[in-house]
DNA sequence: CTGCTCGTTCGGATTGGACCGAACAGTCGG
DNA sequence: CCGACTGTTCGGTCCAATCCGAACGAGCAG
């Protein structure tokens, strides 16, 4: 039965994007979710959902809620006033990973680069103290995360293939 | 009392690199044993550190283990035969957290990279069966992650700066 | 209005990870 | 040899996240 081996190799792929999932902090079910509509030529509503993963339907409502947030699948009200819904998943997966990126890693960068320049500035203010070794630490943070910070705002500029060109210029 | 104020301003920035730990995938404790010695003067041993973090010294010695394995801090026998071990965080930050995007990232794609070739060769061989649409999927995947593992690739051969002047000058 | 289905939300069970304390092995000074 | 100290390992606890089932609100068909 050839489809038996069709199906297993869809879902050793899926099984794959579930573990990139976690990679990613994303959990397992969602890694599943968005793997099976990857695979499946049509948007799926919940019940479609449940059949095909084998999650119950609270979690499936929970896990496409997250991951429509992080706009890695599409929520489409389908029909008039209906009220089911389906989900498909995005296709341009270059771009929904640079979103999530800037969601989750920018945000703490700019995070932490903030408590270190104030950091600095307090330890500055404290001119009788000897805090030039504490000062020079919180610098070397900084200027890492600076470092970090600029080339994650040009990976969000760019594609890909613009960003892979920029280096194999630089490199002639 | 202003060297309550430096060691309040210290703790702030520890409690930073505490979040960023956890960004990583790292526990707080490993985190903050880092954020000690990154501020430390001098290499701690186990001990030190237990009285300056406050973890017991099983977790020490765990995250101590841990951290050295991915490189963030170095490990010295301190002494000649001497059982006592010193601790000191690793400084060129930049480079070690290449090193650990390569451990982590780079490895979880190279997996996923195989899975979709032998998934698509598994497929081809199924000629009697309609599987355009999977092998389309899959390609799709495999198209994302190599562009990945291109940009990946680049990203450790270089340092930041020079990655920040390529992209600079493809931008002119 | 009633029955059916859909989607959300809540409390509870389960699991995995972080952390601790105790026990253990090894080393040095006496 | 003995006692003090260091570092590792193991069993256990605690907590957070995941996932489920049940209950609920809402629309649609009859």
Excluded at 2 to 8: G, N, Q, S
Excluded at 40 to 69: D, F, M, Q
Excluded at 80 to 98: S, Y
């Amino acid at each position: 039965m050839e489809t038996d081996e069709r199906a297993a190799v869809v879902e050793e792929v899926v099984e794959s994007i579930e573990r990139s999932a976690e990679m990613y902090g994303l959990s397992r079910s969602a890694g599943r979710v968005y793997g099976v509509l990857h695979f499946a030529g049509e948007p799926l509503s919940i019940p479609e959902l449940v059949e095909r993963t084998g999650y119950a339907k609270s979690t499936i409502s929970t896990v496409t809620r997250r991951l429509t947030r992080l706009g890695l699948i599409r929520r489409r009200s389908s029909g008039g006033g209906g009220k089911r819904v389906q989900f498909a998943a995005e296709t341009e997966l270059w771009f929904i990973l640079q979103e999530v990126f800037q969601q989750y890693v920018h945000r703490e960068i700019s995070a932490s680069q903030r408590t270190f320049d104030r950091a600095l500035t307090r330890l500055q203010s404290l001119d009788d103290e000897d805090t030039e070794v504490e000062e020079a630490r919180v610098e070397e943070l900084r200027e890492t995360y600076s470092t970090l910070e600029t080339l994650l705002n040009a990976s969000m500029e760019y594609s890909p293939s613009e960003l892979a060109d920029a280096i194999e210029q630089y490199d002639g």
